[in-house]
C-alpha cells in the first residue's frame, strides 16, 4: 500500500487574515485530510473553521505534538501515514517545522520514506527578512538570545562581529512579554551604526517593519510589550 | 501628500502553479498595482497574466532592477512612492529582497520612510527548511559557495563544524547547471554521518525533498542538472 503524505500547513500570525492570506493549495489540503498533528488543538480547530471550507471538525482527529512530546510518541502519531492516510501539521502561527516541534515528525517521516510536502504560506521570520532591507545573500536565525545580562551581551557582540565578517544578517526572537527589555538591551550594547530592524505584528493591520541604525531608534520610542516581533541586524 | 507602499509580490517557483499557490492578498495587490519594478519585464508580465485577474498590461510600467542596477537609477524608479504612488517588487522566481536585487528598493524605501509590506508566498529556502526535518532552532543561508575546488573544500568543512557547535543548519545553493558537480563534491567532501537534504523543483509536480546521511546519498543517484535545487547540511 502506498504510504500517506505528512503536509506542513501554514498557519496565520494575526486574527482575521486567514481568507486573505492562505492560498487555495492550502486550503484543497485541509478539505481532504481527516488526521493532523497540532500543537494546540483549540486553536488548530479555530484555524481551520476560519478558512470556511465546510469542514466536519467532528470528523477531524488531532494528536498534540509540542514541544514535550517524544520521539516514540511521534513515532505513534505517525502511525496512519504507514497505512497510506495523509496527516497534517499545524503550528501555533507561521510554517511548521521551523523553529517549531513540527521537525520532529518531519525527521521520522525521512527515516520511514514518507513524502514530506510544504505548503507556502506565511511566516514571521521570512517576511521580516524580506522587508529589512538587508541584502539576504547571507542570513542566520538564532532563535532565542541568552536572558542572562553578561551573556546576553557576549551573544550580541559575536553577532554583530560575525555580521560585519560574514556581511550577515542576523535574526532572534523573544517572548513577546519580554521584548522591551530586549530592546532596551540592545540599544545599549550594540553599536551606534549597527542597523536593527524591528519587524512587529506581521500581517497584521498594524504591521510595523522598520529598519535604522541603533543611534536613530535610541531616539525613537516603540512599545513592542506582548506583540510577537522579530528582530535582525546587520553591521557594515 | 502620503506617500505609497512598497509591496514585495512572491512570485511563483514552478510553472502553471499560480492559481493554487499564490493567495487572495497577492492577487488583490496585483489587481490595485500599476507600477512595478522588476527581474525581467517578460516573465513578470507572464505571471500577472497567468493570475487571470483581467490587468490590463498596457496601463502597467515596469522598471528593470536587477543586480547591474546602480543605487541612483533605484532612487529614479522610487520616485513614484514619493508621489504617493504605490510600487510592487517581483523578482524572477520566489519572494523579493531575500537574496535578490529587490533588497536594494527596500533599502532605499526605509532610508525615505517608505511603508514597506511583504506578502507571504513560496520561498524555495523556506519551503527546504520547512520540509528538511532539521529542528530549525537555528539555520543560516550562505548563498553560492566557492567554485575553487580548494576553496570549496574549506567553505564545506567550516559549515560542517559551525553547524555542529552552533546545532545549525547550513542553506545554500548552486546555479542549476553546475548542480550535479556540486552535489558529487558533497558526496567527496562532506563526513559520511553529516545529514544532508536535497530539495529539488519545489512546488512542481516532481517536487522532491529528501534528507539523508552523505553515507547513503552516496548510494542513490540522482540528477540535479538544470534543476532548481536547496542543499542543506547538519551535523550531529
Tied chains: 1, 2.
Excluded at 13 to 26: D, G, M, R
Excluded at 79 to 91: E, K
Excluded at 133 to 155: C, M, N, T, V, W
Amino acid at each position: 500500500m502506498p504510504k500517506g503524505k505528512l503536509f506542513l500547513i501554514p498557519n496565520v500570525l494575526a486574527e482575521n487574515t486567514a481568507l486573505s492570506v492562505i492560498s487555495p493549495q492550502v486550503k484543497e489540503v485541509i478539505s481532504n485530510t481527516k488526521v493532523y498533528l497540532v500543537e494546540n488543538a483549540r486553536t488548530a480547530r479555530r484555524y481551520i473553521s476560519s478558512l470556511k471550507l465546510g469542514v466536519n471538525l467532528e470528523e477531524v482527529q488531532m494528536d498534540i505534538l509540542d514541544k514535550s512530546t517524544s520521539s516514540e510518541a511521534v513515532a505513534k502519531m505517525m502511525q496512519p501515514l504507514l497505512n497510506g492516510t495523509d496527516v497534517g501539521v499545524i503550528s501555533e502561527a507561521g510554517c511548521p517545522g521551523i523553529a517549531d516541534p513540527g521537525a520532529l515528525a518531519v525527521a521520522y517521516a525521512h527515516q520511514k520514506g514518507i513524502q514530506v510536502v510544504p505548503l507556502s504560506g506565511p511566516s514571521s521570520m521570512f517576511l521580516a527578512l524580506m522587508g529589512s532591507g538587508f541584502s539576504g545573500q547571507s542570513f542566520a536565525f538564532h532563535g532565542y538570545l541568552p536572558i542572562d545580562k553578561k551573556e546576553r551581551a557576549l551573544a550580541l557582540r559575536k553577532l554583530e562581529s560575525e555580521s560585519l565578517k560574514e556581511k550577515r544578517a542576523q535574526m532572534f526572537m523573544e517572548t513577546p512579554f519580554r521584548n522591551n527589555r530586549l530592546l532596551q538591551d540592545l540599544l545599549q550594547i550594540l553599536s551606534p551604526q549597527t542597523k536593527l530592524c524591528i519587524a512587529k505584528n506581521l500581517t497584521a493591520a498594524d504591521e510595523l517593519i522598520l529598519t535604522k541604525p541603533v543611534s536613530e531608534w535610541k531616539k525613537f520610542p516603540i512599545d513592542l510589550h506582548k506583540i510577537p516581533t522579530v528582530f535582525i541586524l546587520q553591521s557594515f
